[in-house]
Structures are given as structure tokens and as C-alpha cells.
């Protein structure tokens, strides 16, 4: 599992990932936590401000702006596997095993959008 964060998150989102982390490693899930940097540049990436992954499901939350210049989130989920060439494959598609998955990697991208908006 690997949990990421912005370098913008705060101390208490930083804390619970952590928590969850080492408690993934306690019953055998192999996890890790990096932060993402943003790029020093004003010009727009195309890359996620934050992205959590549960087993195989990656959720990832994208920092956009309106035309009036207001800030706001979105989320996107993604599935990870191998075909059957054993090449690494996206999808958007999730069968009932990964559904919990889903919900844990949405559930700490949902806390993160939350705390964007949480006044210092």
C-alpha cells in the first residue's frame, strides 16, 4: 500500500496516515508514505496533488481553478494490474473485491479535500 500526501498537508493528516500505515505493516501489508512536491512553477501540471493507494486502487485528487480563479478539488480511482503479457494496466472498472479498497483510498482523499479548505 502506499499513502501519499501533499507536502501541504497538515501535521494531524500527516499523524493518521502514519497510524494507518503502521497499522497496515502490523498485519502483514507491505505499505509506504512520500510526499508529493509541487512543482516550483505557476504554470498548470497535470500531475495529483494527493494520492492514496490501497492494494491495487489508487485514488488521486487533482487541484483545480475556475475561471473566476477559485481553487477546488476533484478525485479520480484507478485500478492497477498485470495482462496477460505481465505489463502493468490501468482501468477504472473495479470488481467486488476491490470496492473496500476503493473506499479506504476515497475515504483519505475525501479527508485531505477537506482539510484544503480548513482555516489555518
Not at 494527493?50 to 489508487?58: A, E, I, L
Request: charged share 25%; net charge positive.
Amino acid at each position: 500500500m502506499i499513502l501519499t500526501a501533499s507536502k501541504h498537508a497538515s501535521k494531524r493528516q500527516r499523524d493518521q496516515l502514519e497510524k494507518y500505515r503502521l497499522f497496515l505493516n502490523s498485519k502483514g501489508t507491505n505499505t509506504m508514505a512520500t510526499p508529493i512536491k509541487k512543482p516550483a512553477s505557476s504554470k498548470a501540471t497535470n500531475a495529483p496533488v494527493f494520492k492514496s493507494r490501497v492494494g491495487s486502487v489508487t485514488a488521486s485528487v487533482w487541484e483545480n481553478t475556475s475561471k473566476e480563479g477559485t481553487v477546488f478539488y476533484s478525485a479520480s480511482i484507478q485500478k492497477s494490474y498485470k495482462d496477460e503479457k505481465d505489463a502493468w494496466q490501468n482501468t477504472d472498472s473495479l470488481n467486488a473485491h476491490d470496492c473496500l479498497s476503493a473506499a479506504k483510498a476515497l475515504d483519505l482523499a475525501h479527508t485531505f479535500i477537506l482539510e484544503q479548505y480548513a482555516p489555518e
